[in-house]
């Protein structure tokens, strides 16, 4: 009788003298740093690993792969990361401290647009209490706008946004992105 071959025994008779180029394990190589990379930073963000652990880390990770390589693969893991609605201040930090990059430019951006949405949810937040303080007798400390279902502000936040999007996309171009 006949032996049973797994689905894996099959594929490896029939792939047993395919190679891979050398341009093949390079993308393979650089995609499994970037990997690594992004689990170095995705802890580094939940705070299971601190700034010099996750330096220690990248630096182990140069010796492997390179000391250049290695920095553009941290920029673009790095840069892939950054949103503007979130917290960006721990992703700026280990940009500049493991990539020796100047993120001057990248914090004034995300500083000016956080900046600038607060002042504008605070302009629209009196705007609304006065309207329900004239027109329908509300007020008081209790009262709190509802932003989010105000369209003219979503409006203005997403123009805010795309021209801050837009002058991110330029720092990240001049760090090497």
């Known amino acids: 009788m006949g032996e049973i ?40 963000q939940d705070e299971i690993f601190s700034p010099a652990l996750a330096e220690k880390e990248i630096n182990a990770l140069k010796e492997t792969y390179g000391g250049a390589s290695i920095t553009d693969s941290m920029k673009a893991v790095i840069l892939e990361k950054l949103d503007l609605n979130q917290d960006n201040a721990k992703l ?12 001057s430019r990248l914090e004034t ?9 607060k002042h504008l949810s605070e302009k629209r937040t009196a705007e609304k209490k006065k ?33 801050y999007q837009a002058r991110i996309e330029e720092e990240k171009a001049k760090i090497g992105f």
Do not use: C, W
């Open 131 to 163: 309207i329900l303080a004239e027109k329908y007798l509300i007020s008081g400390t209790a009262v709190v706008p509802n932003l989010e279902s105000d369209e003219p502000l979503r409006a203005e936040l997403e123009k805010i946004q795309s021209a």
């Open 92 to 103: 700026i930090f280990l940009l500049g401290s493991a990539t020796g990059s100047d993120v």
């Open 5 to 44: 071959k797994s689905t894996l025994d099959l594929v490896m008779e029939k792939t047993r003298h395919l190679t891979l180029s050398k341009a093949e394990r390079e993308d393979q190589r650089k995609a499994e740093l970037k990997r690594i990379l992004s689990g170095i930073v995705q802890k580094y």
């Open 109 to 117: 951006i995300v500083d000016g647009y956080r900046q600038e949405i």
